[in-house]
């Protein structure tokens, strides 16, 4: 657990008010999503700073998680917070080491705005992996904060939640799909530039 102030209560309503996120969140097209993530070797000042920014980024979209390359940082390691009162979260080098159940939920992604699709996925995940501490962890997840974890492992080995769509719902995603990322190629060069040099 990151153990700063939570910054969930200062989301901008407006694009004027509160923080601004440290990070523009990547989306679907941007080579940086396929690509499997490295390991953590070092627990630096430089790593928990980068946590942090994920943090105040997953917020300000906001989501209930954010992996690395998300924000374009090829290094395995998530934040989350489930809205359950305990704050964010995150895992370096995580693994799900055992995983049982199915269970089916209306899955969305930040990196893949305004979509959502019921993908079936196991229920129950153990994950390890370290804390900025370098402490190991373990955790028992079932349901939401179950699929949290699945769906951000999955960004961590460069899989978007397109790719586990069922075959009559994979073909109305690719021209969803399609369509989103014309918009995102029509958006004014500008402003995309500004936000990224936040
Ligand atoms: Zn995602």
Redesign the pocket.
């Known amino acids: 657990m990151l153990g700063f102030v939570r910054l969930g209560s200062r989301h901008r309503v407006d694009g004027s008010l509160g923080p601004v996120a440290p990070y523009e969140i990547r989306v679907i097209g941007d080579p940086v999503l396929r690509q499997r993530a490295v390991d953590v070797t070092d627990i630096d000042a430089k790593l928990v700073r980068l946590a942090g920014d994920m943090v105040a980024t997953m917020y300000d979209a906001p989501g209930l998680g954010l992996?690395a390359p998300?924000v374009g940082v090829q290094r395995r390691l998530f934040v989350w917070d489930l809205n359950d009162d305990t704050g964010a979260h995150v895992i370096v080098n995580p693994e799900i080491v055992e995983s049982d159940g199915e269970w089916a939920y209306e899955e969305g992604?930040?990196?893949v705005p305004g979509l959502t699709w019921e993908i079936v996925r196991p229920n129950r995940v153990h994950v390890v992996g370290r804390d900025l501490d370098g402490n190991e962890v373990s955790i028992e997840a079932a349901e939401l904060a179950g699929r949290v974890f699945q769906?951000e492992l999955d960004?961590l080995d460069g899989v978007l939640?397109v790719e586990r769509l069922d075959e009559d719902q994979a073909r109305d995603a690719r021209r969803q799909v399609r369509d989103l990322m014309l918009g995102f190629a029509a958006e004014e060069p500008a402003s995309r530039r500004r936000l990224s040099l936040r």
Do not use: F, M, R, V
């Open positions: 992996a998300q992604c930040l990196s769906h960004h939640l």
